[in-house]
């Protein structure tokens, strides 16, 4: 990694968080910053490899190398030694490394612009330049330390404290959040478990909250169909009914569990729900009339009648 000369496109002054749960196993990296679409050159992380975050002036070439050093056995601390050997400027860069075991390692330049600075605790790093105060990432580790939850939450609750604590001395605009599984995957499309992006937003940290709830309803429906396949019809349900309890503003969701007990034979009970979501949104009752010719729900005309008498 060459050094370049300075691009104001290239600062990524920020605050974040790289951290395995060690509950689970799994790696996560979340942040926040002023400036566009942070976590498109900020984030990197890799199922049952490690999670990497690369800010300050940016290079973000310390994403792959940190993962490709670490997929091949080498430890955060000498995987982010050999990545700033090479990087002549390494005093302009932020860098925070951990991997499948908890390894950590981390580093802050000289040149960062203060308040800069980073911390490392057992499992994770919390790390932010540019901020109002050097309270900022002491501030982050309490909170990590201190949070109860999945691994989402608790990142959350790290990056909140940032900006509770003054945060980013521009402000705020944007926030990602990747979480990966603690085992390789076989698939490249398989082991990422949260991906999110809040491009632009006046309270990206708010905004990156509402989707992580609503990606755990998802998760939920997701839980449900698999259930369903396996023929697990009550746990399906189960899932079912907390995916639409978890975001009750979305029509869809309630809708396919309706139709999954309409496929079941329980049609009195789908029709309160189906009336519901008919109201809502009257596409749905369009919908589910194209659905038996997909094989997605049986062809029955006397059942069709019945559900469609919920959208009068």
């Not at 005093?91 to 991997?99: G, K």
């Not at 940290?205 to 429906?221: D, K, P, S």
């Not at 005309?301 to 959208?311: C, N, R």
Request: aromatic fraction near 6%; include cysteine.
């Amino acid at each position: 990694m060459a050094d370049r000369l300075f691009a104001p496109g290239r600062l990524a002054s920020t605050y974040s968080i790289v951290a395995r749960d060690a509950d689970t196993g799994q790696l996560g990296v979340a942040v926040q910053s002023h400036w566009f679409s942070v976590g498109s050159v900020v984030c990197w992380a890799e199922a049952g490899v490690g999670a990497v975050t690369t800010q300050s002036v940016v290079e973000p070439s310390y994403g792959p190398i940190g993962l490709a050093a670490m997929r091949s056995g080498q430890r955060p601390q000498d995987a982010l030694k050999n990545a700033l050997l090479a990087d002549e400027g390494r005093e302009l860069r932020q860098v925070a490394m951990v991997d499948t075991m908890g390894g950590v390692a981390a580093h802050t330049g000289g040149r960062c612009i203060a308040a800069a600075g980073h911390h490392t605790g057992e499992g994770f790093s919390v790390q932010a330049n540019m901020m109002v105060s050097p309270e900022v990432w002491p501030a982050m580790a309490q909170a990590y330390r201190a949070a109860h939850g999945d691994l989402a939450e608790r990142l959350l609750a790290a990056l909140d404290a940032a900006e509770a604590a003054g945060g980013d001395l521009r402000g705020k605009q944007s926030a990602a959040m990747i979480i990966v599984a603690s085992k390789p995957a076989a698939n490249s499309w398989e082991g990422t478990l949260v991906d999110l992006r809040v491009e632009d937003h006046d309270e990206p940290l708010r905004e990156l909250r509402r989707l992580v709830v609503l990606q755990r309803a998802y998760t939920h429906m997701n839980h449900g169909d698999d259930y369903l396949g396996a023929g697990q019809v009550e746990e399906a349900l189960g899932e079912y009914r907390t995916a639409a309890g978890m975001a009750p503003q979305i029509a869809e969701l309630p809708f396919w569990h309706a139709v999954t007990l309409a496929d079941l034979g329980q049609v009195q009970e789908a029709i309160p729900i189906f009336e519901d979501v008919f109201r809502r949104d009257p596409n749905l009752a369009v919908l589910v009339q194209r659905l038996p010719g997909a094989g997605l729900l049986r062809d029955d005309e006397e059942m069709m009648a019945a559900i469609l008498s919920a959208s009068r």
